[in-house]
């Protein structure tokens, strides 16, 4: 007994004096940096801080009682199984709704815990000056010159290259798998076209960055209250005329499909596509065209640095796979640490430009952060969209994602990598296991081998170009635990999750002044199949190593681990849609009740999930800066999702799984034909081509409307006699089918009634409608 005690005593005594000891540690290294950077001893302030969000509590209470409502869905489908031949198809709709339940659970992650993040850069700036901020690579993507036109990509360059940091420590990457010398062209005139910009940018504190979406918005307030002063002004008018004159010339050789051959004979650069035969079949191209030990192209007019600035189109070879943006990613990630190696990384799409000339620095305020900088390995920010129209026809302005849903994924880890607009550490970033006190960086401005300063700009874009060939990844972990991985669709959302389950967190920053404007997909079509890449690429996450489900069990929390699985089961909702759309209309044509009618208790719980989801879902699209016209078209394009895109993914995902298929990457374009634009700008549905998506949807519309007109036909019949009656005995299937009428009427104007081009082909109403009809003739037959 008196041993045991004196153990315990010992042994609690040294805990605790360890504990005293790790306590004065933190302290005193806190003390001491604090005191490094000039916060005197004043305690410790913070670069950031989270703030949990309002209303949790009516939030959750609400939530509790809609999965009661739920469970007594579910016990009406058990104790009600019927014993006719209704059997199976009860059995169906039960299955139907233990999943909806099931997955409702699983988004109840998505709300449950909401953080909003704010920083603090007078702070930052206060404690770091410019010499002890860590150098920024940034990274553009570029794939196709025709589908994303070398204008816009270099307007989204132009806007990173202005960031609001010194140009000094600002490295930017165009990385483009199009290899297109028209692109190569267009960036070396925004090279010269940046010596004029930054310095405008500066001086006039200008906003966003993008010099295209400045002058438009420029000139679409000019008649409000834009009161410059002279000189503002006239050099508004200046650095206009400049870039009207590059855009010209960008405009023209983009037409002509070639470069003027005064600037081929001006710029060596352009003798390194002697040897290239096809975009897919070439040497690395890989051209420094702004860097600082160039005496002769390395500064701007008012003779300050400007930002490092590379062009990239890594080598290419038929029988080398080039795992699509992954690919270029760790090519870029390899080629940037031997010219700038910037501590952070900065990836974005090329059609997204930087909307906000302190996003760098909001970024560092995070990572930074003497006490939780450490765990951070990314920080996104949210996916916006210039282009999104008021009541945004496809859904692509992705609001409950951006303003809800990440929010809540943040209060439980941190949200997913999305691609674009997310900042990086390179260390995690290149495989960096998270080991809790030795990732600490305390010299953020030193780059450790910068040895090679008598090395010339020549001999390093040679040594570059080796990191960037198609045999460099052979035998290496590149696209297995270094850098982006591979095999994916959506190569961001598993390195995402990757990173996290090796331990590392993520946030996510939701700016007032948006961080990113990107282009969101303008027709249905090109909606559908962003949407099958992205669905299909996430089941294939719950299926792969990184399983959210099962790998990710105890390395993230339960929560997050709930969050992925979310968007990982997108594909699986197809099922049970595709069925709640086709039974209950077929068995409300026949007169078959297949819910509680209305007088019956069991009507309360089907009657309070409908309500108060559509009303809460409404209230929730409102909150987050939608229309009414908007979360209805949400809801149309949520229906249109997962009765073609999803099932189409989850298809695919199986054939591949048994080695059918292969997926690939589809871009997404980023112009549109004048015509369609007009729609689109009209909010006139894009249908426009006949795609076995568009059989689906248009034969479950038809087939709705059939069932209908042939409800109203038979009441019509009845006359007086049993209206009531059958209304309230059907009630539910009445209004299920009335909605998926009502919902697709775009469906049945692009069908029968529009001539324009953006419309269904003819041929596929006479399709879609002889296969809805064949459909309830067999139902009948069997009935
Ligand atoms: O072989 C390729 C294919 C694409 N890209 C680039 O990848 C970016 C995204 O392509 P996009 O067609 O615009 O796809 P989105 O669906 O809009 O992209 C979202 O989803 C992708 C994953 O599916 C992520 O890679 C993106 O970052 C994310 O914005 C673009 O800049 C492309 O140029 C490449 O660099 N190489
Ligand atoms: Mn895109």
Not at 43 to 67: D, H, N, Q, V, W
Request: aromatic share 14%; proline share 4%; with cysteine.
């Amino acid at each position: 007994m008196w041993t045991v005690v004196t153990i315990n005593n010992i042994i609690g005594y040294q805990i605790e004096n360890t504990n005293k000891l790790k306590n004065y540690q933190v302290e005193h290294i806190k003390a001491e940096k604090m005191a490094a950077a000039g916060g005197g001893g004043m305690g410790y302030s913070p670069l950031f801080e989270t703030k949990k969000g309002r209303g949790r509590i009516m939030y959750r209470s609400f939530a509790i009682s809609l999965f009661v409502a739920i469970f007594f869905i579910w016990v009406y489908r058990v104790s009600h199984i019927p014993s006719n031949n209704k059997k199976w198809v009860w059995l169906g709709l039960f299955g139907a709704e233990l999943w909806f339940g099931f997955y409702w659970v699983l988004t109840q992650a998505l709300r449950w815990n909401l953080v909003f993040r704010k920083t603090f850069k007078n702070r930052l700036s206060q404690r770091y000056d410019d010499d002890k901020l860590p150098g920024v690579d940034i990274f553009v993507c570029t794939a196709d010159p025709v589908i994303e036109p070398p204008m816009m990509v270099i307007n989204t360059v132009l806007s990173v290259m202005a960031y609001d940091y010194p140009t000094h420590k600002l490295s930017v990457y165009l990385s483009d798998d199009g290899a297109s010398p028209i692109t190569f062209y267009a960036l070396l005139e925004a090279s010269n076209f940046a010596k004029h910009w930054l310095p405008f940018c500066n001086k006039f504190k200008v906003e966003p960055r993008s010099p295209a979406a400045y002058f438009n918005n420029i000139f679409s307030l000019a008649h409000q209250n834009n009161e410059y002063d002279h000189t503002h002004t006239l050099e508004l008018e200046a650095i206009k005329k400049l870039y009207d004159e590059m855009e010209r010339r960008i405009e023209e050789s983009t037409k002509m499909g070639e470069v003027p051959k005064e600037a081929r004979l001006k710029h060596k650069g352009f003798s390194q596509w002697d040897s290239y035969s096809s975009k897919h079949d070439h040497d690395t191209i890989l051209q420094i065209i702004l860097h600082k030990k160039d005496p002769n192209n390395s500064k701007d007019v008012d003779g300050v640095v400007l930002p490092t600035l590379v062009y990239l189109a890594r080598e290419k070879r038929p029988q080398y796979p080039h795992n699509f943006k992954a690919g270029a990613m760790n090519s870029l990630i390899r080629v940037s640490s031997s010219i700038s190696k910037g501590k952070i990384i900065l990836n974005v799409d090329c059609d997204m430009y930087s909307n906000n000339s302190e996003s760098v620095r909001d970024a560092l305020c995070f990572f930074m952060d003497e006490e939780e900088g450490h765990e951070i390995a990314f920080v996104q920010f949210p996916q916006n969209f210039e282009n999104v129209t008021k009541n945004d026809l496809y859904g692509s302005g992705l609001l409950t994602i951006t303003q809800v849903e990440f929010h809540g994924a943040d209060g439980f880890g941190g949200p997913l990598y999305v691609g674009t607009g997310c900042f990086h550490k390179r260390e995690t970033l290149c495989g960096m296991k998270f080991n809790n006190g030795q990732n600490r960086i305390n010299d953020w401005a030193n780059n450790e081998n910068d040895q090679n300063e008598e090395e010339n700009l020549k001999e390093l874009e040679e040594r570059s170009k080796i990191l960037a060939s198609c045999t460099y990844e052979e035998n290496t972990l590149w696209g297995k635990e270094m850098g982006l991985r591979y095999g994916c669709p959506v190569e961001d959302v598993i390195t995402g999750l990757a990173i996290q389950c090796e331990g590392w967190k993520s946030v996510y920053y939701n700016p007032k002044r948006k961080a990113f404007l990107g282009v969101a997909p303008t027709t249905l079509p090109q909606t559908l199949v962003q949407h099958k890449r992205w669905s299909e690429g996430d089941f294939q996450i719950l299926l792969s190593k990184y399983s959210p489900a099962w790998f990710a069990h105890a390395r993230i929390t339960l929560g997050l681990q709930m969050v992925y699985s979310t968007y990982c089961l997108w594909a699986s909702n197809c099922w049970p849609t595709i069925y709640y759309s086709i039974i209950p209309s077929l068995y409300l044509f026949k007169g078959t009740s297949l819910f509680p009618k209305m007088s019956s208790p069991w009507f309360i719980p089907f009657a309070y999930v409908i309500l108060g989801e559509s009303i809460y879902s409404l209230l929730e699209f409102l909150f987050s800066g939608g229309t009414i016209q908007g979360w209805w078209n949400e809801l149309r394009i949520w229906l249109y999702k997962r009765t073609s895109s999803y099932l189409f993914a989850f298809i695919d995902t199986i054939l591949k799984l048994f080695g059918f298929s292969d997926s690939a990457f589809v871009i997404t374009a980023k112009v549109a034909e004048e015509d369609v634009s007009k729609r689109y700008e009209k909010e006139i549905m894009e249908f426009g081509t006949s795609s076995p998506m568009f059989t689906i949807l248009s034969t479950l519309a038809l087939l709705n409307l059939f069932c209908f007109l042939g409800l109203l036909l038979k009441h019509a019949m009845l006359m007086e006699d049993g209206i009531v009656e059958a209304f309230e005995e059907m009630f539910v299937q009445t209004l299920l089918c009335g909605f998926l009428v009502i919902i697709n009427l775009p469906i049945y104007e692009g069908l029968f009634l529009r001539r324009d081009n953006g419309r269904l082909p003819s041929s596929l109403a006479i399709k879609s409608t002889a296969l809805a009809l064949s459909l309830i003739i067999f139902f009948k037959s069997l009935a």
